[in-house]
Nanobody, 122 residues
């Protein structure tokens, strides 16, 4: 099982940028698909983006498409989420997740990190 630790969250003004990182333990990181989810206060956790094991395939929620970019560095066992043009509605706790396949990841059946808070002020 992969252990995940997120970092990079913080407070930013609307229109600003942040880059989240998720460091994974284990030598099998490169075999896992990875994703980012978020949960705003009073709302259910929602999908943000995911990336295939090779990094060649990515997908995004409509709400972040064109503003967020997911990437991974298998040599560093790390997945990133570059967030640009941030909006107040992006405020949430952001979670990293890993799974052996995309179906499991999108069904929220993978492993989870502890989350990192992102707050966007207007």
């Amino acid at each position: 099982q992969v252990q995940l630790v997120e970092s990079g969250g913080g407070l930013v003004q609307a229109g600003g940028s942040l880059r989240l990182s998720c460091a994974a333990s284990g030598r099998t990181f490169r075999t896992y698909v990875m994703g980012w989810f978020r949960q705003a206060p009073g709302k259910e956790r929602e999908f943000v983006a995911d990336i295939s094991w090779s990094g060649s395939s990515t997908s995004y929620a409509d709400s972040v498409k064109g503003r967020f970019t997911i990437s991974r560095d298998n040599a560093k066992n790390t997945v990133y989420l570059q967030m640009n043009s941030l909006k107040p509605e992006d405020t949430a706790v952001y979670y990293c997740s890993s799974a052996l396949n995309m179906a499991s990841l999108r069904a929220s059946l993978g492993s989870w990190g502890q989350g990192t808070q992102v707050t966007v002020s207007s």
